[in-house]
């Protein structure tokens, strides 16, 4: 039984695939997930830098590019943000990163708090450049 489900689960896979209708699926797929990390941008860009007036946005601490989403399960999604202090010693990394936490936690559209897991990562490779 087992291996006449896995023949008919791997034709039906080879015709989707040939006909085109699996690309289609993968397209709207990556389209979801690239509305859903913009949704991310949008409710991070506006956290305040703790140290100055600006936005983290303004500071180029997080970009567009720093969101990634990845569908976990229907409704279930891992949240990646990749950050970069303005300073290689910044001492305020972790609030940084907590400040991310919670702004995500109440102010998400689509469920997060109880069926999504978030990721938040400082990167220390960052767009400063030291001058020699």
């Excluded at 695939?17 to 949704?39: H, I, Y």
């Excluded at 300073?87 to 400040?99: F, R």
């Excluded at 991310?100 to 400063?128: A, D, N």
Aim: charged share 25%; hydrophobic share 35%.
């Amino acid at each position: 039984m087992e291996i006449v489900f896995s023949l008919i689960s791997t034709t039906a896979s080879k015709v989707l695939q040939f006909s085109g209708l699996l690309d289609t699926r993968n397209v709207l797929k990556s389209k979801k997930m690239e509305e859903k990390a913009l949704e991310v941008y949008d409710v991070i860009r506006t956290i305040r830098d703790p140290e100055k007036p600006n936005t983290l946005e303004e500071l180029d601490v997080v970009t567009e590019k720093c969101v990634e989403i990845q569908e976990l399960q229907e409704d279930e999604y891992l949240i990646i943000i990749r950050f970069s202090p303005t300073v290689p010693h910044c001492s305020l990394a972790t609030l940084i990163g907590l400040c991310l936490q919670v702004k995500l936690q109440r102010c998400l559209p689509f469920k997060h708090k109880s069926t999504s897991r978030s990721m938040i990562r400082s990167v220390w490779r960052p767009p400063w450049r030291t001058q020699t």
